[in-house]
């Protein structure tokens, strides 16, 4: 199972970004598809979720209104789109899955990919 995470980059704030989470290895098709990240010294926090299923999703409430969370079932792939960026959203941004709606301990994680906003 692999989980690959892309898009990152550096961008100004106020500017837009859309992460990509390719998945392979097996079919989630009944699992919970979220967007975490890390910024230096601090904890790692859930940003967004959606069930690959049903296309429900979940925010946290620091990115709701700027960012997006999608999925394409024909290409097994999540998007974070994010808009309105700001510093503070500089981070490592990591994607996962698990069978179950939940803001962490997922099962699966990918590798990381870093988002710098630049003030």
């Known amino acids: 199972v692999q989980l690959q995470a892309s898009g990152g980059g550096l961008v100004q704030a106020g500017g837009s970004l859309r992460l990509s989470c390719a998945v392979s290895?097996?079919?989630?098709?009944?699992?919970?598809m979220g967007w975490f990240r890390q910024a230096p010294g601090k904890e790692r926090e859930f940003v967004a979720l959606i069930t690959w299923s049903e296309g429900s999703t979940y925010y946290a409430g620091s990115v709701k209104g700027r960012f997006t969370i999608s999925r394409d079932n024909a290409k097994n792939t999540v998007y974070l789109q994010m808009n309105r960026l700001k510093a503070e959203d500089t981070a490592v941004y990591y994607c996962?899955?698990?069978?179950?709606?939940?803001?962490?301990?997922?099962?699966?994680w990918g590798k990381g990919t870093q988002v710098t906003v630049s003030s």
């Open positions: 290895g097996r079919t989630f098709s009944s699992y919970a």
């Open positions: 996962a899955a698990d069978p179950r709606v939940r803001s962490d301990g997922m099962d699966y």
